[in-house]
């Protein structure tokens, strides 16, 4: 029984390591999949008389980012 108690929580501690180890370089490999594919050249489309073509809305985005300006009378 004192052997077991000695050796339990090394191997314990050992098996939880290996296991980290491994999710850890299985994230990695994923991680390392979804950028290169995501780092891939877009695919081109070619225009045909059937598509629309939509104009974008010019905005100015510095008045869009200004708060209205609101008066108050004098503090009292």
Same mark, same amino acid.
């Given at each position: 029984m004192e052997r077991i @108690?000695?050796?339990?929580f =090394?191997? !314990?501690? %050992?098996t939880l390591w290996v296991v980290? /180890?491994?999710?850890?370089?299985t994230s990695l490999g994923q991680a390392h999949g979804a950028m290169s594919a995501a780092q891939k =050249? !877009?695919?081109?489309i070619q225009a045909t /008389? #059937?598509?629309t073509v939509v104009g974008a809305k @010019?905005?100015? %985005? !510095? @008045? #869009? !980012?200004?708060? =209205?300006?609101?008066h108050r009378? =004098? @503090?009292a």
């Open positions: @108690r000695e050796w339990s =090394p191997v !314990a501690v %050992l980290a /180890a491994a999710y850890t370089v =050249p !877009a695919v081109r /008389a #059937e598509m @010019r905005v100015s %985005l !510095a @008045r #869009e !980012a200004q708060k =209205p300006v609101v009378g =004098p @503090r």
